[in-house]
């Protein structure tokens, strides 16, 4: 009874690695499932986060009996499955953002969930890093007055990109990143508050000289419902070696009575080191020097995982037990996130301002 969590991860890259560890370190976690296509990368973390169970089967794990909650850490475009088949065994489900990569399988999973009643939150991990957290306190307070504009940016290197890419050609970095601030906005401006027009321009180069269907700079002014216009951008272009160990990013706001302005550049903790400095997301490409604090999902320090990522997961599992509610985006948020950027991609292909919903 001091342990009523099994849970299971889905996929055992390099987020779901995570959240195996991390739960594997909850006190409330008394069963751990993983599964991954490839069993080598399985039995690895298995081993490492001394799981229960391992396989290459997700529906093993989904519907095995000692597990009653689910995380899905698959790439991108193998969301929808085994969120429908843990919502159909009445199990939770967290799963990592994009909630689909199109607006059909992004419907199919909400009348799932509408038909099983179920639980489901989307890891947008932004929300638990801890300067967002700050700026979410002083809306609440509402202390910059009516917002009538604003402007998130989001710059990592290209070294990144193509990792993210080559695991699926379809996470553009529109659709996988830019929807994190897409999701920021959103949520600091209110949900009654949302995207009515885009305009949107890119500019291609390096990524589809490589084959891939993304723009290395895309640049957005989204109109919201009640008049706000805020612009957005992101370059996931920038140099291999370029010192960002993750998103280097800056949210502005303002409003009638205030402006609150975020720096996360993370230029205020620089490392240089002639040994190398390993990166967090991309296997065997390291930097010399590091703008520490930019890995997206956070750092391992002393012995334990610190960040964004770290607090989303705790959070989720103490949810689970407790029933408080938490920051997590949900469903409806996250197709509304979707829509956002896929119209975003709409206006850059046709160069024609687009209208919400689409």
């Not at 889905?10 to 751990?32: D, E, M, Y």
């Not at 990368?41 to 095995?64: G, M, P, R, W």
């Not at 969301?79 to 088949?85: E, G, L, Q, T």
């Not at 000289?209 to 805020?230: L, N, P, R, Y």
Request: proline fraction near 5%.
């Amino acid at each position: 009874m001091g342990k009523p969590l099994g849970i299971g991860v889905i996929g055992s890259g390099r987020i779901g690695t995570l959240r195996a560890r991390l739960s594997s370190k909850h006190p409330s976690v008394g069963f751990l499932a993983l599964s991954d296509q490839d069993e080598t990368k399985a039995k690895q973390l298995a081993d490492t986060c001394q799981a229960d169970f391992y396989t290459t089967n997700n529906d093993e794990v989904i519907s095995h009996p000692q597990v009653n909650a689910i995380f899905v850490s698959t790439p991108e475009n193998y969301h929808v499955a085994p969120i429908i088949r843990a919502l159909e065994l009445g199990k939770p489900v967290l799963v990592e953002k994009p909630l689909a990569m199109n607006l059909e399988d992004a419907d199919q999973v909400l009348r799932v969930l509408k038909e099983t009643n179920g639980s489901l939150h989307i890891g947008y991990s932004r929300r638990f890093k801890e300067c967002y957290l700050r700026a979410k306190e002083q809306m609440n307070h509402q202390r910059l007055g009516k917002i009538v504009g604003g402007h998130a940016r989001v710059y990592n290197s290209r070294s990144q990109a193509f990792s993210i890419l080559k695991r699926d050609p379809h996470a553009t970095p529109v659709v996988d990143v830019l929807t994190y601030y897409v999701d920021l906005m959103c949520w600091l401006l209110e949900d009654q508050c949302h995207p009515v027009e885009i305009i949107a321009r890119g500019q291609a180069g390096i990524f589809k000289e490589a084959g891939f269907g993304a723009d290395d700079v895309t640049w957005a002014i989204v109109t919201f419902s009640d008049g706000a216009v805020i612009n957005l951008g992101i370059s996931y272009a920038l140099p291999a070696k370029y010192p960002t160990l993750g998103q280097s990013d800056r949210l502005e706001l303002l409003g009638l009575e205030g402006t609150m302005i975020i720096d996360d550049d993370h230029m205020d903790h620089l490392l240089y080191s002639d040994k190398g400095i390993p990166h967090a997301y991309v296997p065997d490409h390291a930097v010399n020097m590091a703008f520490l604090g930019s890995n997206t999902a956070g750092d391992w320090a002393c012995g334990d995982f610190w960040g964004p990522l770290g607090n989303e997961t705790r959070s989720w599992l103490d949810h689970l037990v407790t029933g408080q509610a938490t920051m997590h985006c949900n469903p409806m948020q996250a197709r509304k996130n979707l829509e956002t950027t896929l119209a975003i991609e709409k206006a850059v292909a046709t160069g024609m301002p687009v209208r919400l919903p689409l």
